[in-house]
């Protein structure tokens, strides 16, 4: 009986979990393109320019257009 009531807490837990990460997204991440290009403009406005190499980009949420 023991046995019984810790499944059944465990696999409450486990549903409520699992069904809290099933909501549709209304948005993605996209590079943000402007943050970029002000870093890039600003690099090369010193007095010794230096190029900018982006390994983790800025990035920006944006809405998905559901009409598409």
Not at 8 to 15: K, M, Y
Request: positive net charge; glycine residues 4%.
């Amino acid at each position: 009986m023991k046995w019984l009531k810790l499944f059944l807490v465990f696999f409450v837990i486990t549903a409520i979990t699992g069904c809290a990460g099933s909501t549709p997204k209304d948005y993605r991440w996209v590079n943000d393109t402007e943050k970029m290009q002000r870093v890039s403009g600003a690099s090369h406005t010193v007095a010794s320019p230096v190029d900018v190499i982006w390994i983790n980009p800025p990035r920006k949420k944006e809405k998905i257009n559901k009409d598409d």
